[in-house]
């Protein structure tokens, strides 16, 4: 597979946290090539007036890295 790299987003969505984790890979897809995998490492919220106005997912997206 040869050396790959990982950058750590937070994807938000107003839907769910699975959105979430799609937006930032869809985001991350604009700009890397060569995807191989993402690892979600946790799920948080964003709550005003006691209710969740935001879901957001913090991942880590693999990329085979190209010299």
């Known amino acids: 597979m040869g050396v ?3 950058i ?3 994807g ?3 839907n769910s946290w699975e959105e979430a984790t799609k937006n930032a890979l869809d985001v991350a897809a604009k700009s890397v090539r060569g995807i191989v995998g993402i ?5 948080t919220a964003k709550v005003v007036d006691n ?3 935001a879901f957001r997912a913090n991942v880590r997206i693999a990329f085979k890295y190209e010299a």
């Open 4 to 6: 790959v790299k990982v």
């Open 8 to 10: 750590e987003l937070i």
């Open 12 to 14: 938000e969505s107003p």
């Open 39 to 43: 690892d979600i490492d946790h799920f």
């Open 51 to 53: 209710k969740v106005t």
